[in-house]
């Protein structure tokens, strides 16, 4: 991994920061009320390699670790943009980088890298499997050289802007696997050629984001689309999931600063009984709080970030970097409307879309209920709680 | 072909703007890469682009212009030479045009391209007086240029349109702001902006005198403040015309 000092970190803060200053607040809510994919934004940030950031040079990338990465996301968030839209086309490949073989890396990553290849989407919900992912019940059944997958995926972001899709099915029937984790393989498909066998039905959220119910019917998977062994990819699924964990935290922190930056400045700005409300301590207060609670968060992001890019064991800290900066942004987005009043309602001031995906981190990818199960158990070694 | 393009970094445009007590720029504060040299990159690139070579940088600061530098080789340019001295502090428009066309002399350039202005002294003095010291011609307030051959040409902007003006290379264009939309810096720009060369050079290397200021500004005062209009009821008669005469007396038509 390439190593990097404050001043790059400068850098990329201020070169994402040009980037999204193209893309001002009413380029979102055009997306927004017209529920439209931002493909101009993703397409620009594509153009200038910040989706690429975390493939090795020799695969086309940048090679630089989550720390970067995650300073990119905040800084998108940060500037009102929503980096929701193709922040997995930086992640999702992870598995395949850690997990692949040399001829799929070489296959694949040079193309994710240069952006004509799109992996953003990851299957792994299904509707009576959640956070319990052992459960799932979508399979992939080996025939000669491919796999025949059937099954229902819910919650599935990003299907209609991927080429690829990272799929996570038994390839194994839970009753005979001695341990449930045991028996589930990850394959990477291929939508372009999936023909009608994909069936995919949006689902309309709160937020204009695209997520999607999507239906396998006997769809084909070479077995060359598989990433590494048969049965063991629990494993390599999970190995992903501290690095999304990072990465959200990031953006929350984004959400966080945004919320802030914003309140600060019409708090000061804002008149009402002949001074500037944020002499209020009612109004300055939850700001300061909220700006309190993300500076913590931000420590804790570093701090896993730090970890991961060692190759040390990271799993508490992304989880709290997580559960601490999604509930500081929500404390921030909160603020921010208490501050801006009726106008945190009007579309033209981005309070209210920003609030409502600000809650969003709170529940997914992980719920933060989840979040402190983890913490009670692995860190706190008291009795599983789920 | 060999592109100088000149760099200054300026206080942010953004951020309110100080002097010092001897009524210099204060440049202490949030400073950035001039948006108008931003422009003049993004057509040096676009040159190169196109008929290959190489882009130089120069600029003349504090050490702290290292900052700004970088924000231009992060975009693209090839390389830097920064000229620095305390000797050049508070330099006017003379001395500047003299140290930078010292530093650029020795590149041989093909094409220099400046702003046209600075955002922060605003003077427009520094483009022509450094074609005049480098002996090159000068096109100036360009908003396209074109490289053909030997032979650079221009739409020179002017109030109700352009001229085409073209002059034999070597040759200095001075390029307006709204010319081309820079390119950000790409994370591979910043990436390989680490490895780019910055020389620096003060005024022994450069073999330079600096003159006392032949100019100083000695006093700074705030443009008064609007003073109240004169309001015109319109009593159907003499209303139209008093307003027609104060209209006309004020040049307005």
Known sequence: METTTGTEHQDIRASVRELCNRFPGSYWQECDQQRRYPEEFVRALTQAGWLACLIPERYGGSGLGMLEAGIVLEEINRSGANAAACHAQMYTMGALLRHGSEEQKQRWLPELAAGRLRLQSFAVTEPDAGSDTTRIRTFAERRGDRYLVRGRKVFTSRVQHSDLLMLLARTTPIERVTRKTEGLSVLLVDLRQAGGRVRVSPIRTMVNHETNEVVFEEAEVPVENRIGEEGRGFRYILSGMNAERILIASESLGDGYFFVDRATAYARERVVFDRPIGHNQGVQFPIARAYVQLEGARLMRDRAAALFDRGEEAGAEANMAKYLASEAAWEAANAAMTTFGGYGFAVEYDIERKFREARLPIVAPVSNNLILGYIGEHVLGLPRSY | ?253
Not at chain 2, 222 to 251: C, F, N, T, Y
């Open chain 2, 1 to 253: 072909m060999k592109i100088v393009v000149t760099v200054k970094q300026v206080p942010d445009p953004n951020s309110p703007q100080r002097l010092d007590a001897d009524n210099t720029i204060a440049r202490d504060g949030d400073v950035v890469l001039d948006p108008g040299d931003a422009c003049g990159v993004e057509i040096g690139l676009r040159l190169k682009e196109a008929h290959g070579g190489e882009v130089v940088l120069v600029s003349m600061g504090p050490e702290r212009a290292r900052e700004a530098i970088r924000k231009a080789l992060s975009m693209g340019a090839d390389r830097a030479v920064l000229v620095t001295d305390p000797a050049l502090e508070g330099a006017d428009v003379n001395t500047t045009a003299r140290a930078l066309a010292a530093a650029i002399g020795s590149e041989s350039p093909d094409l220099v391209v400046c702003a046209t202005e600075s955002y922060d002294g605003s003077t427009g003095m520094v483009p022509p007086m450094l074609a005049e010291v480098l002996g090159l011609p000068q096109l100036t307030f360009a908003n396209h240029v074109e490289v053909n051959g030997s032979t650079v040409s221009v739409h020179r902007q002017t109030e109700d349109g352009y001229q085409v003006v073209e002059a034999p290379m070597p040759a200095l264009v001075a390029v307006t702001a709204g010319i081309a939309e820079p390119r950000y810096a790409s994370l591979r720009g910043i990436m390989a902006a680490r490895n780019k060369e910055v020389r620096t050079v003060g005024v022994a290397d450069l073999g330079l005198e600096v003159p006392a200021p032949a100019e100083t500004v000695e006093g700074v005062e705030d443009a008064p403040s609007r003073q109240q209009g004169e309001i015109v009821e319109d009593d159907g008669a003499s209303g139209v015309e008093r307003i027609m005469a104060l209209l006309q007396a004020a040049k307005v038509i």
